[in-house]
């Protein structure tokens, strides 16, 4: 329900982040990333962000060199998703000060667990960017 | 924990967890982390086993929920509502007005802490949230209510204008979307509105403008204003984003009707030549199912699906042609129309294989209409079609096949020239590998050589009963998303097809002659029943090319001969049995195999039972020179056979197992055409416990699977009565030479292809001293 799964994927094709929210084995995975992600590389800037995807839809965005994709069932309000990803790269963009692809590569645990505050079991869980990184500041003043 | 159960829990952990959970939930102590996390875990354990919320308490609980402050818990809250709902609304009516209030509360801006506002709105992901739980409930009761989430609505429509930052514009249109979704029934001026949508710039909003427009086809008034749009929506069918071109596809499908079909169903074919080939497919079975089911006559019907074919012959499948050939059938006037339009796609260069299939069966049924034209008499028609037939696959050959015996038929006065290179076809596919095509070929020769009698057998097609269309089927079955299957739904709904009608009438020759022999392939339209659309296809090629029943060659045909002997019994009982056994299909063989070993008499039954298995006694025999043919209680029969090049001696042992005397023995022998059988004479009685032996000569003439049948019958209180099959076959017949290595390997190497050729390795069981050869 909702959302299947969020990538984050360099322009080369190559997968920074992936979270899955149902279970794909990992050679699927690796099928699923190739085939959408050359889908969505391949299109230009005047085109629509979504893209149909066998029985679900792919909600895209490219910041910079880094792609985000967002796969979520067809019924899905897909400008909220989208929205959704730029409220992520916000997130992470005030944790980590000008984000680029080598802090996600370098702190990948920490993008997760921002991923994690933010989206559970498919569901928007938490949108105010103070309570998503409120418990990883603490941990890293912990730390 | 919440996490990992949140995630990954199942079944067992959903009814353990679930108490604590929701007492973890309602508490007001807990810290709005913990709470925010227990609704979803709750939501998960709830879509693994529903029965872990009970009903009845938890509604007040989550209109409680709904109360709350913290917008985060409220987020999770609302997920968790949109599941319960959906699956059940009336219990939480009372959440309805909550709902409402909270979205009142965003869409005012109401004391929203600034963290959740985004670029200006208000918690857009709450708000979409709240109006999908809003979609489950189908209307208001409480007036105040209503009023209160109208002029939400209504501000939200008319306020969200396209801003210059795309963030917020994207934002402030999610939400504005999904109030569409939400008031779709309501207002029609989301019609208006999404009108002027599919003409934006920006493409997002395009696809969705497009996609939604696709959703309010189901409420009925609103399809005119849609209708208006349609300009517009054909130029997007030529957008060069694929998702757009996707969408007005699916909204075109949907929106067509009589009035505007021809329009919309003629764009479609333009398209499909420049379409790619991802929606190829789709394209051309929509158009198909459009056309049929809108066309404004008939023959425009047969125009445009003999444009399909030519355009994009590889992605029309055969159930469109199965279509369009049903249609012509049972039309008439359009038979005519029909050929002509075939004949001109066949003066092409380059046409695709499902044209030439197409062209062929309908130019074989029905060319002798046009006789009369010119650059239509069968010779031509028969030498055009002939053209193409080295640039066909084994597929079409078969319904070449046909076409060909059907032009011949159709000749009058028959011409010999024309009949000469048809025969010669036939006879130069007689020996093709292909099952198929070499049954054509030997059974349309035979045929054709009796002349006037072909007029039976030959006639044309009857017309088919009326089933529901394989396309829409077809349709349904390819994966469609949810706007995509409202068009579907639409469609399914407009099933009575107002212009063309499928009538059923009784086959216009009447029922097919039944031949004495036996082998009759009794037409099995009944039983073709579009209950999965593939099924359809291979049942409807079937029954469309090999209906005309066919009585089998007796002697020369080496197919028929398993059933020969039926053909040898009296004509009384043959009749009665092939309809019996003869189930059209494969099963008819091996049946009447084991049951010919011991055919039943129709008037007489037999209440002695035969010991052990005739069918492998019988096969036995075949393999070893002695043992038991038959044995019941009463009597054995056995038999010692002796070869020599094309002659043999059986001897049958006829051996009385009783203590009193078989009366009335009688030993006929049924001899095949191929074998010459002498059986010395037969004693009346046989005395109790004794053994009689009757020599039986044979002699074969020539090769034959036929078998020789022996009629045994005695009196032992009862009447018994067998039919025997004698074990003289072909390879008692056959002497073995001996070949050197060197001659045999050559010769086996230039037998080519399968089957003809089989290598196995066989094992050795137990290790044998070889003996030099000699």
């Not at chain 2, 005739?614 to 044995?631: H, M, N, P, T, W």
Request: glycine share 4%; with cysteine; net charge negative.
């Amino acid at each position: 329900m909702g959302i299947r799964f969020i990538l984050m994927v360099n322009k080369h094709g190559q997968t920074r982040l992936a979270q899955y929210y149902e279970y794909l084995t990992i050679e699927e995975r690796r099928a699923l990333e190739g085939e959408i992600v050359r889908k969505c590389l391949a299109r230009n800037e005047q085109q629509c962000s979504f893209v149909e995807h066998r029985n679900y839809k792919i909600v895209y965005r490219r910041y910079a060199s880094l792609f985000f994709l967002v796969g979520v069932d067809n019924d899905e309000n897909e400008l909220a998703i989208l929205e959704f990803i730029h409220l992520l790269v916000e997130t992470m963009d005030r944790h980590f000060g000008n984000v680029c692809e080598l802090d996600i590569m370098f702190h990948l645990e920490k993008a997760h667990f921002m991923l994690e505050e933010m989206v559970m079991n498919g569901c928007i869980v938490e949108t105010s960017k103070s309570n998503i990184l409120a418990p990883i500041q603490l941990m890293d003043k912990a730390s | 924990m919440f996490q990992t159960v949140g995630n990954i829990g199942g079944r067992e952990f959903a009814e353990s967890l679930a108490p604590d959970v929701q007492k973890l939930l309602i508490s007001s102590s807990c810290r709005p982390l913990v709470r925010k996390k227990a609704a979803l875990c709750l939501l998960r354990l709830y879509r693994k086993n529903p029965d872990v919320v009970n009903v009845d308490g938890w509604s007040d609980r989550m209109a409680q929920l709904l109360d709350e402050r913290d917008l985060g818990v409220l987020t999770s809250s609302m997920s968790l509502l949109v599941a319960l709902v959906a699956n059940n609304h009336d219990a939480y009516w009372s959440c309805l007005p909550k709902c409402v209030k909270a979205l009142e509360r965003l869409a005012r801006n109401q004391d929203i802490p600034q963290e959740y506002t985004y670029y200006g709105i208000p918690s857009p992901w709450l708000q979409v949230k709240t109006m999908r739980v809003l979609q489950y409930f189908p209307t208001i009761e409480d007036p105040n209510t209503r009023r209160s989430l109208f002029e939400v609505l209504q501000r939200i429509l008319m306020g969200t204008d396209v801003v210059k930052n795309v963030n917020k514009n994207n934002a402030s249109h999610a939400v504005l979307f999904e109030a569409l979704a939400l008031v779709k029934r309501i207002m029609s001026q989301c019609v208006a509105l999404l009108g002027k949508f599919i003409a934006v710039r920006e493409p997002n909003i395009r696809y969705l403008g497009l996609e939604n427009m696709t959703r309010m086809l189901m409420v009925t008034d609103v399809q005119d204003i849609i209708k208006r749009h349609q300009a517009q929506i054909i130029t997007s069918l030529k957008d060069p984003d694929i998702s757009i071109r996707r969408r007005a596809l699916d909204l075109l499908y949907g929106m067509c009707d009589v009035s505007n079909t021809k329009d919309i169903v003629e764009e479609l074919l333009q398209y499909l030549s420049t379409a790619d080939f991802a929606m190829r497919e789709e394209l051309s079975l929509k158009a198909a199912i459009l056309a049929e089911k809108f066309a404004p006559d008939l023959s425009w019907y047969v125009d445009v699906i003999l444009q399909l074919i030519d355009k994009a012959g590889d992605f029309v499948s055969d159930d469109i042609w199965f279509r369009v050939v049903q249609f012509v059938t049972n039309n008439e006037d359009l038979q005519p129309y029909a050929a002509v339009k075939a004949r001109e796609y066949l003066d092409k260069p380059a046409i695709h294989e499902t044209m030439v299939k197409v062209s062929a069966y309908i130019l074989g049924e029905y060319s002798h209409l046009l006789a009369r034209r010119p650059g239509c008499s069968p010779k031509e028609i028969f030498s055009i079609i002939h053209e193409k037939l080295p640039t066909v696959s084994t597929s079409t050959i078969p319904i070449l096949l046909s076409t060909y015996a059907k032009i011949l038929m159709h000749t009058q006065p028959s011409d010999p020239e024309l009949q000469n290179q048809i025969w010669a076809i036939f006879r130069k596919y007689e020996s093709c590998i292909d099952a198929e095509i070499q049954q054509r070929a030997v059974e349309y020769f035979a045929l054709s050589s009796k002349g006037a009698a072909l007029m039976d057998i030959m006639a044309e097609m009857p017309k088919f009963p009326e089933r529901q269309s394989a396309l829409i089927k077809k349709a349904e079955d390819t994966e469609a998303d949810t706007a995509e299957q409202s068009a579907l739904k639409l469609r399914a709904q407009q099933q009575t097809s107002n212009a063309l009608v499928v009538t059923d009438q009784r086959p216009a020759n009447g029922t097919p002659p039944v031949s004495e022999l036996g082998l009759v392939k009794v037409p099995s339209m009944s039983n073709v029943d579009h209950s999965s659309a593939d099924h359809g296809v291979t049942q409807g090629n079937g029954t469309l090319t090999v209906v005309d029943p066919q009585p089998p060659e007796p002697s020369a045909d080496l197919l028929g001969d398993l059933l020969g002997p039926l053909a040898i019994e009296g004509p009384p009982g043959s009749a009665a049995q092939p309809e019996r056994k003869l189930v059209p299909g494969t099963e008819g063989v091996p049946n009447a195999n084991d049951a010919l070993a011991i055919a039943p008499v129709g008037e007489e039954t037999n209440t002695v039972q035969p010991i052990g298995n005739i069918a492998e006694r019988f096969q036995a025999l075949c393999l070893k020179d002695s043992g038991v043919l038959y044995e019941d209680p009463y009597i054995q029969i056995g038999i010692k056979a002796d070869w020599r090049a094309h002659q043999g001696r059986l001897v049958l042992f006829l051996g009385n197992k009783n203590t009193s005397p078989l009366v009335s023995v009688q030993a006929l022998i049924l001899p095949p055409s191929h074998l010459k059988m002498e059986l010395s004479l037969v004693p009346d009685t046989i005395p109790p416990r004794a053994q009689v032996q009757c020599p039986l000569e044979v002699i074969n003439l020539r090769p034959s699977r036929d078998v020789g049948v022996l009629d045994f019958s005695y009196k032992f209180g009862t009447h018994v009565n067998v039919k025997l099959r004698l074990p003289a076959v072909l390879n008692k017949f056959l002497q073995p030479i001996s070949v050197s290595a060197e001659e045999f390997f050559p010769q086996w190497r230039s037998i080519s292809g399968p089957p003809l050729k089989l290598q196995e390795v066989a094992k050795l069981v137990a290790s044998v001293a070889l003996k030099r050869q000699s």
